[in-house]
C-alpha cells in the first residue's frame, strides 16, 4: 500500500513538473519570437499572369509596428540580358500580416524572361513610405522563378486563412413603434391668437419691449398622470426632464427642475394632460 502511494505520488510531482517545464518552454519560445523573429516573405501565385507578383509578408508587427504599402522587385543580371530591371508597386497600407496579388507591369515580363539564371540575383524590398522602413531579401534568379511557377497557394486564400478580419462595431437603435388612441375629448381652448376668445391677449404682440413677459419659476415636483399615450410630445420640449418609454412617460433622475415654463409648455402640450407639477415655494 505505502509503495503504491509513493509511486502515485511520484508519477503526480513528475506529473506536474512536465506541464511546468512546456509551459515554461513556451513563454521562453514566445520572448524569443518577440525579440529575433525576422521578417519574412513568401511567393505565391500570382492570378495575373506574367505580369503579376503574389507575395505574403510576415514580421514583428508588436516589435516593429509600421504600415507597409509597396513592393519593389529588382533583377541584377551582370552577364545576361537584360542586366537590370527594377518594378515596384504600392499598395493600401497594412499594419499586420498580409498578402498581396501585384500587377507589376512588362518590366515582370521581363525578369521571368530573363537569361542566365544562375548567374542572376533578385532582391525584393518591402517598404513602409509612411514610416521609413524597408526589408530587403535576397534569392537566386532561378530559385524565385521556381517558386513563382511551384507556388500553389494565391494571396486570397492566404488571407483567408492567417489574416484576422476587422471587427466593425455594431451600432443598435430602438424603434419605438405604438398604436395610439384617439385623442380623448377635451374642453380647454386652444390659446392662439387667431382664436376669438383669446384674440385680445395678443392684442399688444409684437410691441417689442412693451410686451408683457412671463416670469420664469422654479418647480418643486412633477409628476405623470395615468393616461399617457407616448406621443412625445413631452420629451420633445424638454428631453432633460422627460423620458417617453414603450408603454408611459417617465421624470428623468435629476432632472432639472428650475425651468418652470418649459415644463409648463410641455404640460400645455400633453394632449392627455397627465403633466402635473407644483410650483417651488
Known amino acids: 500500500m505505502n509503495t503504491t502511494m509513493i509511486a502515485m505520488g511520484i508519477a503526480a510531482l513528475a506529473g506536474i513538473g512536465l506541464v511546468v517545464t512546456l509551459g515554461a518552454l513556451s513563454l521562453l519560445s514566445g520572448a524569443l ?46 552577364f545576361g540580358s537584360p542586366t537590370q530591371v527594377d518594378v515596384a508597386k504600392e499598395f493600401s497600407a497594412k499594419n499586420d500580416i498580409f498578402a498581396e496579388d501585384l500587377d507589376m507591369g512588362p518590366g515582370m515580363k521581363q525578369i521571368i524572361e530573363t537569361n542566365r539564371l544562375d548567374d542572376s540575383l533578385i532582391q525584393l524590398e518591402v517598404m513602409s513610405t509612411k514610416d521609413s522602413v524597408t526589408h530587403h531579401f535576397e534569392m537566386k534568379a532561378r530559385k524565385f522563378l521556381e517558386a513563382r511557377q511551384a507556388a500553389s497557394q494565391t494571396a486570397k486564400q492566404f488571407n483567408e486563412v492567417n489574416v484576422k478580419a476587422a471587427t466593425k462595431p455594431v451600432y443598435t437603435s430602438v ?51 395615468d393616461g399617457c399615450i407616448v406621443c412625445n410630445a413631452c420629451e420633445g420640449i424638454f428631453p432633460e426632464v422627460f423620458e417617453v418609454t414603450d408603454t408611459t412617460c417617465l421624470i428623468r433622475s435629476g432632472a432639472p427642475l428650475d425651468d418652470g415654463l418649459k415644463i409648463l409648455e410641455a404640460a400645455e402640450a400633453c394632449p392627455t394632460e397627465v403633466i402635473k407639477f407644483t410650483k417651488a415655494g
Do not use: C, M, Y
Open 33 to 78: 519570437h518577440f525579440l529575433f523573429a525576422k521578417p519574412k516573405i513568401s511567393i505565391l501565385k500570382t492570378e495575373l499572369g506574367d505580369t503579376g507578383f503574389a507575395f505574403s509578408f510576415k514580421w514583428n508587427a508588436a516589435r516593429e509596428p509600421a504600415k507597409f504599402d509597396r513592393i519593389k522587385v529588382r533583377l541584377f543580371n551582370p
Open 175 to 225: 424603434n419605438r413603434t405604438f398604436i395610439a388612441e384617439p385623442f380623448p375629448a377635451s374642453n380647454k381652448s386652444l390659446k392662439i391668437s387667431t382664436n376669438p376668445e383669446f384674440a385680445g391677449q395678443f392684442a399688444d404682440a409684437g410691441a417689442g419691449a412693451g410686451a408683457a413677459t412671463q416670469e420664469n419659476f422654479a418647480v418643486s415636483k412633477v409628476w405623470i398622470e
